[in-house]
């Protein structure tokens, strides 16, 4: 059984048509982590589209935000505004799926999905310190969570703990031999990159040869950019595509 991971994939059409295209025929199964929606232009399309072909999803801050689970007075005035544009996009039936969507961390088969943190589905892993108290609470060795929209994750030994790397800007693969550890991966984020390279990313996961996939793909970025501003929504939201920022 191998798996398609995906996380944060706000409402950008043109990469996760492109993450779709890339990965079609590797995979037999879609998780998502959430942030299905919020800062790009096609909440609806990518609400659809991870409805109708995830067997399971996680529920993130901006899917909370979009159906009034989350209060958005913290959110940046950028994510705020947008936040407001993608509530007037869902019709009632994507809000309802989106209000339904469950808590991580959600346990699959022989692994964990989750947002943020298993801790707490709001708690960003950023660091080896995060990553240690988080992998004490893993009931399975493999958990998936997104929220930072940083490809790679962490792996945790019994002598201590590193990064795991991710693709290189001239490669489209890294693969991850998973041995006898703790693993917190990260598929990186399909709409919203936020670690320098401005690609879709996702990951393949397959546990029965204990290998793991972290890609990078090429997308539309113009097109992608051109429904945002003509959406009305924050030229940052934007402008930041290019970058990976």
């Known amino acids: 059984m191998r ?3 995906l996380s944060d994939i706000h409402a950008n059409r043109q ?5 779709a295209e890339h990965a079609s025929g590797g995979y037999d199964a879609v998780a998502c982590l959430g ?3 919020g800062y790009g232009a096609d909440p609806a399309f990518a609400a659809d589209w991870v ?3 995830a ?3 996680v529920r993130g801050n901006h899917d909370k935000a979009s159906v009034g ?5 913290w959110f940046n005035p950028a994510a705020r505004q947008a936040t407001l544009w993608t509530r007037s996009q869902l019709s009632a039936d994507e809000q309802d799926w989106l209000r339904s969507l469950p808590r991580g961390p959600v346990p699959v088969d022989d692994f964990i999905l989750t947002h943020g943190s298993p801790i707490d589905e709001d708690e960003y892993l950023m660091g080896p310190r995060e990553a240690s108290e988080a992998a004490e609470y893993l009931d399975q060795q493999t958990c998936f969570f997104g929220h930072t929209h940083l490809q790679g994750g962490f792996v945790v030994h019994r002598n201590g703990i590193r990064r795991i790397a991710r693709p290189d800007f001239d490669q489209e693969e890294y693969a991850v031999e998973l041995e006898d550890a703790w693993y917190l991966l990260n598929p990186g984020s399909v709409g919203q990159p936020r670690d320098g390279d401005p690609r879709a990313a996702y990951a393949i996961f397959d546990p029965q040869h204990k290998r793991l996939l972290l890609r990078r793909v090429l997308y539309d970025i113009a097109e992608a950019q051109r429904r945002i501003r003509a959406a009305g929504l924050p030229a940052i939201l ?3 595509l290019a970058f990976g920022s």
């Open 3 to 5: 798996y398609l991971i």
């Open 15 to 19: 990469a996760l048509e492109a993450v």
């Open 35 to 37: 942030d299905v929606v």
């Open 51 to 53: 409805r109708a072909n």
């Open 55 to 57: 067997k399971w999803t």
């Open 69 to 73: 689970l989350e209060d958005i007075e």
């Open 238 to 240: 934007a402008d930041r």
